[in-house]
RNA sequence: GGAGAGAUGGCAGAGUGGUUGAAUGCGGCGGUCUUGAAAACCGUUGAAACCCGUAAGGGUUUCCGGGGGUUCGAAUCCCUCUCUCUCCGCCA
């Protein structure tokens, strides 16, 4: 969420950027000006009257002392009255204070000023493409072959669980592991520390990096606990410096988990979710970064040529893509895609999303780093990505690297799969 | 799951109704000393909101795990929730 503060006395700024995501904001900040004038006027007032009375009762405790019982009454009748009123204000504050909060929930994240206008998926701009050429070829998509080889056994899936939740078989499971061991390796080489974090998290964690309450039906929730099973290893990695205050010479803090993930995905239909395009649940490894604002956008791109470098050393057919306003998630300030192309399906896959929410989550999550020089505290930026996903990943190596003889293991990956042939 | 104990500032740890936002120690920061460092000594050191001020700064309020209550007054008393520890039970 915006900072109150900032969201007032950058109005025009506010407005004028939302429109990049669609979003009218106009209203709604108005609304919440008014509201905190409110709030302003309400709270110098309730601070004036428990002035009196701490004054008061403190002038109470003298007067106990000397055993002036008449003048303790008289004074205690009055702070009576007084105390109704303060009673009175608290409660008005707290509603307008929630208030408040409420409405600054609803407006989304600013937009960097670099993000393009547009309003969905086909408006994001292709920054670059590389690896091998992308021919679409009449190949057989992962769902044949995962069966053909006896590797992915979705039927299994939906006998013991329901759709979108494969099951991985022999060499299928122990190229998801291979996988999860490599990108790992590779986070740690790059200075990424790792965590094996919960896979449930409660509330208030959830609200930290913004699952809730825009995104709670992606969520499963174990309702007799009151806790949901992550979407992303971003939530429980991120929220570890909730309530935070950093040195400045802390920063940056660079996080990775693997972790299984798992969403709802309610409403997805048709050939998106076809195979492993789109499923319940799935392994990734994530990398999250807490930055220091100056140098947030910097680290953005080292983490994007960085994911860059895994698909590359795969050899697979991508692109980077830029998000649009209207692509733009709800939390983000600027998104950059890195999708892979699947010969076989003939369309991109995406397989990483990496973004900077500047202060949007830190302002929810508390967390704060100390000013060296002036000594005060300023909102971390946290950034995040897919490093990377495996569905769709597993998906575009079987499908690229098929031939008649079986599917062939990126050599990257061999001294971790221990077999170069699936066959 | 049952019984008991506890939760105080970055950390350790006092404080059980009346200038306690909180002793003391450690840590951090600044300084003196030193060629430099250490040691020693001196000073300083929580967060947020509001008011006054262009600012520097000054003032007020709230916060002692979360929420609620008693009281003129709560870190201190009561209720409730969460968490931690000890013992028992169960168990990978």
Redesign the pocket.
């Known amino acids: 969420m915006l900072q109150?503060?900032f969201l007032l006395e950058n109005k025009d700024i506010v407005v004028s950027r939302l429109k990049i995501k669609n979003f009218n904001a106009e209203n709604i900040i108005e609304e919440i000006e008014t509201l905190?004038n409110k709030?302003?006027?309400v709270?110098?007032e309730?601070?004036?009257l428990?002035?009196e009375?701490?004054?008061?009762?403190?002038l109470?405790?003298?007067l106990?002392k000397e055993n002036k019982t008449k003048e303790?009454e008289t004074?205690?009748l009055n702070?009576?009255n007084i105390?109704e009123k303060i009673q009175i204000l608290e409660k008005e504050l707290?509603n307008i204070e929630k208030d408040i909060n409420d409405k600054i929930l609803q407006i989304p994240n600013i937009p960097h000023l670099s993000v393009p206008a547009g309003k969905g998926s086909t408006d994001n701009i292709i920054i670059k493409t590389g690896g091998p050429e992308p021919k679409p070829n009449n190949l057989l998509p992962h769902w044949e072959l995962g069966k053909k080889y006896k590797i992915i056994d979705f039927e299994a899936g939906v006998k013991i669980t329901g759709g979108g939740f494969p099951v991985y078989v022999e060499k299928g499971a122990k190229l998801q592991r291979a996988l999860v061991s490599y990108f790992l390796d590779k986070a740690i080489e790059q200075g990424f520390k790792e965590y094996i974090p919960p896979y449930l998290v409660n509330e208030n964690t959830a609200f930290g990096t913004g699952q809730l309450p825009d995104k709670e039906g992606q969520m499963y929730k174990i309702e007799e606990d009151n806790l949901y099973l992550i979407p992303t290893a971003e939530v429980p990695l991120t929220n570890i410096y909730k309530n935070t205050?950093l040195n400045e010479d802390e920063l940056p803090i660079k996080l990775t988990a693997y972790t299984p993930c798992f969403r709802r995905e309610a409403g997805s239909y048709g050939q998106n979710v076809r195979g492993l395009n789109r499923i319940h649940q799935f392994d990734k490894v994530e990398i999250v970064v807490i930055e220091h604002p100056d140098r947030s956008y910097k680290q953005l791109e080292d983490m994007v040529s960085y994911v860059e470098s895994i698909v590359i050393s795969l050899n697979l057919p991508y692109r980077i893509v830029k998000l649009c306003g209207g692509d733009l998630s709800f939390t983000s300030a600027l998104t950059y895609d890195i999708e892979v192309f699947s010969m076989a399906q003939n369309q991109w896959l995406e397989v990483s999303s990496i973004s900077n929410f500047e202060t949007f989550q830190a302002n929810r999550m508390n967390l704060?780093y100390?000013d060296k020089k002036t000594?005060?505290?300023f909102l971390c930026h946290t950034l995040n990505g897919s490093a990377l996903a495996l569905p769709r990943i597993v998906a575009a190596i079987l499908e690229n690297n098929q031939f008649e003889g079986g599917i062939k293991i990126p050599e990257i990956l061999i001294p971790y799969t221990g077999f170069s042939i699936i066959d």
């Open positions: 109150l503060k905190n709030r302003k006027k709270q110098t309730l601070n004036k428990q002035e009375t701490n004054k008061n009762a403190r109470i405790g003298t106990v303790v004074l205690k702070l009576t105390k707290k205050i704060k100390k000594g005060k505290n």
